[in-house]
């Protein structure tokens, strides 16, 4: 699964540099000394990838890390419009349901986020904040995290004592962190 997230194709990379350059641009000009800046991160686009439909990619930010969407037509761009903006949209993926909210920025237009962290004061350095997003790009593909997936028959004797109501941090980050031991 990771080769799939890591694809190369132009139209990718031509996505991932117009949301850098995006961000990079709010970064310097709307975000300079607002306090819940993370200083040790950078604007970075990761995993971006068809889906759907739309364009998916993560975009890690010294002030969130968010899943976003993207049309990937001009009549899907089209159709967003009628959308209003902070309006919320679900997207159901392999782990389970998903909220976005709908945005509008000039260089992308509009355009779908779902806040995985924010603010992002607890990342030490950006390879931390990379490691989280790629975990969290590859949980978001796990179906066996959907907890509205019968599980009944499937579940053994200690899934059964595990508990059901999981956040979306939780889900995307603690059980990825669990089951990978404790980090430093």
């Known amino acids: ?13 031509e996505i991932a ?7 990079s641009k709010i970064h310097a000009e709307r975000m300079d000394g607002v306090p819940i800046l993370n200083p040790r991160l950078e604007v ?4 971006v990838r068809q889906w759907n439909g739309h364009w998916l990619a993560l975009v890690v930010t010294p ?6 969407l993207l049309p990937v037509s001009d009549e899907q761009a ?11 949209t679900s997207h159901r993926f392999p782990a389970g349901i998903f909220e976005f909210l709908v945005g509008d920025e000039a260089g992308i237009g ?5 806040s995985l962290f924010s603010p992002v004061l607890e990342f030490q350095d950006q390879a931390a904040a990379r490691i989280a997003g790629r975990a969290a790009l590859e949980a978001l593909f796990d179906a066996d ?17 595990a508990p059901s109501g999981v956040s979306r941090r939780g889900l995307l980050m603690g059980k990825v962190a669990s089951e990978r031991g404790p980090t430093s």
């Open 110 to 114: 509009r355009y779908q986020m779902c």
């Open 44 to 47: 970075e686009v990761i995993g």
């Open 145 to 161: 995290l959907d907890e509205e997936r019968p599980k009944a028959a499937e579940r053994s004797e200690t899934d059964a004592d």
């Open 17 to 23: 540099e117009k949301l850098a350059a995006v961000f």
């Open 1 to 13: 699964m990771a080769d799939a997230l890591e694809s190369e194709a132009p139209e990718n990379t």
């Open 78 to 88: 089209a159709a967003w419009s009628a959308l209003p903006l902070g309006s919320g």
């Open 63 to 68: 002030w969130f890390i968010n899943l976003m």
